[in-house]
């Protein structure tokens, strides 16, 4: 099984800063996209930020300017420097990757998530 777990959540005031990393491993051949969603108390899963594997890059308009996501390929890893925080951007983070592992099989995997909680 593909395994991706994430790290680097906690509590931050406004303003502030964290950094969310992610690391996939498993039987894996190739990957596609690497990505940040959140949740919200009361509200759906959201895209907060994605890599593909040609390295382009997108963000939700709400964390334009404030986010930063990058990837290192031979880590197989995916972080998200978060600055500027505010309040509204507390939500339990889940890393998303997608692609294929040896023989073939295509794979989309959610890590556990963490929780990351921007108050004063």
């Known amino acids: 099984q593909v395994q991706l777990v994430e790290s680097g959540g906690g509590l931050v005031q406004p303003g502030g800063s964290l950094r969310l990393s992610c690391a996939a491993s498993?039987?894996?051949?190739?990957?596609?996209?690497m990505g940040w969603y959140r949740k919200a108390p009361g509200k759906e899963r959201e895209l907060v930020a994605v890599?593909?594997?040609?390295?382009?890059?997108n963000y939700s308009d709400s964390v334009k300017g404030r986010f930063t996501i990058s990837r290192d390929r031979a880590k197989r890893t995916v972080t998200l420097q978060m600055n500027s925080l505010k309040p509204e951007d507390t939500a339990v983070y889940y890393c998303?990757?997608?692609?294929?592992?040896?023989?073939?099989?295509?794979?989309?995997?959610w890590g556990p998530g963490t929780q990351v909680t921007v108050s004063s």
């Open positions: 998303n990757a997608d692609g294929y592992r040896f023989g073939g099989r295509y794979f989309n995997s």
């Open positions: 498993g039987s894996i051949s190739s990957i596609n996209d």
């Open positions: 890599t593909t594997s040609g390295g382009r890059t």
